[in-house]
């Protein structure tokens, strides 16, 4: 499952969404293999960020670009002339889909097909990955693990613009990109979990800011169950996918990346690992009468990704959680948060445990 620095030497990968939380660290994942990487996104969003703290730009070939232009984005990807392309540029947010729908689905579908219909005749291209989410399937409220072919449409604006950009994709796919000789598949990935996402309403990035101020982190729907990964799972899943589809274009398809269905655990067990013993960690339940827009449970089959692609989880939820805690004190204690970074895709690929430190519960 370790990205092969063989294969991504000297490759030349169009990567949306690089100022982004999940973005921002493949950007440095795709400069450490040696790919000669150029990278559209808007200008990261508040502050701090990873983009700017990780120094991501630098090393790449970068440019603030909105999707929804579509003119400027062709000329961006004619320019790049890529042979992959990794497609995470999003409004990635359920709350924030909720509150500014229109936006959202102006981002995530119309941006996805601009991006899609610029890949027309790129003579070079072979390969493209869309990621969307594991929020795309119409919710069943039934206690079995979605899979690829279950019915897609989601009822928040976030889900369902992800489920209409993932039909979009196969449309593309099908039409015009598949007969060009470009394999293009979608990745559904479950909740990523790790150091340097500080985005609004996302549990540990909250906890993070809640705690250093000496606030309790307030909580909505603590019994709600998630299939978390840390961010590095699911980028080198997506990195795998390209490589894979690159060797063997028939595998083009959807595909859900994340730990094992039975891995899934409670908004409340996790917080509650991560709050560990420590005196200055408090939890507040009582948020749970405004408990917003999302599902309360959710799981991912992942079988078609471990027998097609050969794709598994690599850290245990406590270690990827241990990594998490450590990325974000060390950060805190003034560490590089480049270096940081480094160091985890360093240990991810080396197989290395977590650094010693609270343990979770």
């Not at 003579?123 to 399937?137: G, I, M």
């Not at 996918?241 to 959807?254: D, N, S, T």
């Amino acid at each position: 499952m370790r990205p092969d620095p063989g294969f991504w030497r000297g490759k030349r990968v169009l990567l949306t969404g690089h100022t982004g939380f999940k973005g921002a660290w493949l950007a440095l994942w795709l400069q450490r293999l040696g790919a000669r990487v150029s990278a559209i996104a808007l200008p990261p969003a508040g502050a701090p960020n990873l983009f700017h703290l990780a120094r991501v730009g630098s090393g790449l070939d970068s440019h603030f670009c909105d999707l929804r232009n579509a003119p400027a984005l062709a000329r961006r990807v004619r320019a790049a002339r890529p042979e992959l392309v990794l497609h995470l540029a999003a409004q990635a947010l359920v709350r924030a889909g909720h509150a500014a729908p229109l936006q959202t689905f102006a981002t995530n579908v119309m941006g996805t097909v601009h991006l899609l219909d610029a890949l027309r005749g790129q003579a070079d291209l072979r390969v493209a990955v869309v990621v969307t989410t594991d929020k795309v399937y119409r919710h069943r409220a039934w206690a079995y693990p979605y899979r690829e072919d279950d019915a897609l449409g989601a009822s928040d604006p976030y889900g369902a613009s992800k489920a209409a950009a993932e039909l979009a994709t196969a449309s593309y796919r099908d039409s015009f990109l598949a007969a060009q000789g470009v394999a293009v598949a979608t990745a559904r990935a479950g909740n990523v979990i790790g150091g340097g996402d500080w985005a609004q309403d996302r549990l540990l990035p909250d906890a993070m800011r809640a705690w250093s101020q000496g606030q309790p982190l307030r909580i909505r729907r603590r019994q709600a169950t998630r299939p978390w990964q840390h961010v590095l799972e699911a980028l080198a899943a997506y990195l795998r996918l390209a490589q894979r589809l690159w060797e063997q274009p028939a595998l083009a398809g959807a595909y859900n990346f994340g730990p094992l269905p039975q891995a899934a655990v409670s908004v409340g067990n996790l917080i509650e690992s991560a709050a560990g013993d420590g005196p200055a960690c408090a939890i507040d339940y009582g948020n749970e009468a405004d408990p917003g827009p999302e599902v309360d449970a959710l799981a991912l089959e992942t079988a078609h990704a471990r027998q097609a692609l050969g794709v598994s989880a690599h850290w245990a939820l406590a270690e990827a959680l241990q990594r998490t805690l450590h990325w974000y004190r060390q950060q805190q204690g003034g560490a590089d948060a480049r270096a940081l970074c480094l160091a985890d895709i360093d240990a991810w690929e080396a197989g290395q445990a977590a650094p010693a430190g609270q343990t979770p519960r």
